[in-house]
């Protein structure tokens, strides 16, 4: 029952995203807007976690419905952390590919969902190793300390686009127009059809949510083996991701240092999940410490100028 109200919850509020979407057409999304979104996304998830821990008191011992419910906010709050990582992605490519605002929103709810598909095929999978392969849970916590060492390495490195493997298959085998058609992906049929600028940010974007899922991925079965609570907590945050993109994208430059905040988040899950069978890390002491390093990050990129760029990305065009 609990599978079928989760799935009815995120399928109608779906619904009324892509709703309101098409009503509104498409059009550049505001401070305000984005704001207010955001909260609605925020809320839903916060309700659920309720609902979750009121159908389970009853249901469960003493003090299993409070450990799950700190076990979804936890996770939540992680997951909700590491896509920011995402939009700052996401900026860099609309940047590049100079995308127009009005155009960004289709990308993004397509990203979204596809991101939902994604991380639900790979959650399921993980809980079928783990369940069945203890030991790799060590290989999740050194992948994901890898990765936040990693993390601080490139901080505040600008990707070089026009070496991306990927980027240069598309512009060489995919037959492209320079110009967009508003939110077209594609014009023409058959064998005449070409592909538009969006075409392209859009299949980056999908190679970025396989990416980063496999950096969160871990990162959640560090806080929970639960598949329900993994999945749910994962949902919900990405459910947000279109918000909190044009949220953030204007204060991206604002916060130059949360990539170093991010990275003591995967450092300390890679290691609580190295140290599972020797120390157990109580759930409250790893959602303090992940609010911390977060707002540590935060308060510091507010306090410590950014190093001076040599120039903005530049809004570049694929080759036809």
Same mark, same amino acid.
């Given at each position: !029952?609990?599978?079928?109200?989760? =799935?009815?919850?995120?399928? =109608? ?40 821990? *009121? ?14 419910? !700190?076990?979804? +906010?936890?996770?939540? $709050?992680?997951?909700? =952390? ?10 860099? &490519? ?22 939902? #598909? ?16 203890? *030991?790799?849970? %060590? ?5 994901? /300390? ?23 298959? /598309?512009?060489?085998? #995919?037959?492209?127009?320079?110009? %967009? ?23 980056? @974007?999908? @190679? ?38 044009? /949220? &953030? ?12 905040? +991010?990275?003591?988040? /995967? ?11 020797? $120390? ?35 809004? @570049?065009?694929?080759?036809?």
């Amino acid at each position: !029952m609990m599978w079928a109200v989760f =799935a009815a919850f995120v399928l =109608a509020a779906l619904a009324v995203d892509l709703l309101v979407l098409r009503q509104n057409g498409p059009h550049k999304v505001s401070t305000r807007e984005a704001l207010t979104w955001s909260a609605a996304w925020i809320a839903l998830a916060l309700v659920f976690n309720a609902g979750l821990w *009121w159908y389970l008191q009853g249901r469960l011992p003493d003090g299993e419905a409070d450990r799950i419910a !700190m076990e979804f +906010l936890t996770g939540y $709050v992680v997951e909700k =952390a590491l896509a920011v990582d995402n939009i700052f992605v996401f900026l860099m &490519l609309f940047t590049y590919f100079g995308v127009p605002a009005q155009s960004q929103q289709r990308v993004l709810i397509l990203g979204v969902l596809g991101a939902i #598909v994604l991380r639900a095929v790979m959650i399921f999978i993980g809980a079928a190793l783990i369940a069945r392969f203890h *030991w790799i849970l %060590y290989v999740f916590g050194a992948f994901l /300390l890898f990765t936040g060492i990693k993390m601080v390495v490139v901080a505040g490195k600008e990707p070089d686009m026009d070496s991306n493997p990927l980027l240069r298959w /598309l512009t060489a085998h #995919v037959p492209l127009i320079r110009r %967009y058609r508003g939110e077209a992906l594609w014009i023409g049929q058959g064998s005449r059809r070409k592909f538009t600028p969006l075409f392209v940010v859009l299949v980056m @974007i999908a @190679i970025t949510d396989v990416i980063f899922a496999v950096d969160s991925i871990p990162a959640i079965f560090a806080i929970t083996l639960d598949p329900f609570v993994v999945l749910t907590s994962n949902v919900f945050a990405v459910l947000g991701l279109r918000a909190l993109y044009f /949220l &953030l994208a204007d204060l991206a430059d604002r916060f130059h240092l949360l990539a170093y905040g +991010l990275a003591a988040v /995967l450092v300390f899950i890679g290691a609580k999940m190295l140290l599972i069978d020797v $120390v157990k890390i109580p759930i409250g002491i790893s959602l303090g410490f992940v609010a911390l390093a977060l707002l540590s990050a935060m308060l510091a990129s507010l306090w410590i100028r950014p190093r001076p760029q040599s120039g903005p990305v530049a809004g @570049i065009e694929p080759p036809r």
